[in-house]
Structures are given as structure tokens and as C-alpha cells.
């Protein structure tokens, strides 16, 4: 269930709620990946599971790695990304909030404002 339904907020049950402990160095996915992938038990959520926690973090990590300086710019986006932003720049938004706002839930979105 988890390689179809673990972006439903619907479905809580799917997903491992390790991330905290993964993302803080607490839990090693490595061993948590031999661990799940032993068991054997749900072929295609393993593979989800082991793809998003290994290689998704592992492309992240390396891209960091490698652009140090501007990683967390917009420079650092694809072309087509680049061009895409700028095409929108002057779109009308229904909405509009701060950067204070949206850090601190001041929005229409209860779901952001959690």
C-alpha cells in the first residue's frame, strides 16, 4: 500500500513515521532498509520505500554536496524552471502572504497554518 497511497493524508497507516528520527541521524535507513527488505513482506512498498529513503536522499545529499554556493538558489533551477517562474511572474494570485506569515501559519490554509 505504501508505493500507492503514501501521499493520502487519508491513509496514516502507510507510512512509517520515522522521518524525525531518520532526518536527525537518530535511526540509519541503511540498516532499516536491510532490515525491511529481509522481511520480505510487500514487494512493491519495499521498493517505494528503499527508492525514496536511498536514492532520493542520496541524489539530494550529493547535489548539496557538489553546488555549495548556490544549491538553495533559483540560478540552481533547470532552465525550463527558470523560464517557467519568470513567465508567471505577473500572474494575479488570489492570494498573497509574507514570508512572516506564511512562517508563522498566518494563512487561509488550515492545513499550512498546522
Known amino acids: 500500500r505504501f508505493d500507492q497511497l ?3 493524508p ?11 528520527w531518520l532526518n536527525h541521524g537518530h535511526v540509519s535507513f541503511q540498516r532499516l532498509a536491510l532490515k525491511i527488505k529481509r522481511l520480505n513482506k510487500y514487494a512493491n512498498g519495499t521498493a517505494s ?8 536522499r542520496e541524489l539530494s545529499d550529493n547535489y548539496v ?5 548556490d544549491y538553495d ?17 505577473s500572474d494575479e494570485r488570489e492570494w498573497v502572504f509574507s514570508l512572516d506569515e506564511l512562517e508563522h501559519g ?3 490554509d488550515d492545513l499550512w497554518n498546522a
Do not use: F, M
Open 106 to 108: 498566518k494563512t487561509h
Open 6 to 8: 503514501r501521499n493520502d
Open 65 to 69: 554536496y557538489y553546488t555549495p554556493d
Open 49 to 56: 520505500y528503499i527508492e525514496e529513503g536511498l536514492v532520493r
Open 73 to 89: 538558489e533559483l540560478t540552481a533551477a533547470a532552465e525550463w524552471a527558470q523560464e517557467s517562474l519568470q513567465l508567471h511572474t
Open 10 to 20: 487519508n491513509y496514516s497507516d502507510v507510512c512509517s513515521r520515522l522521518s524525525p
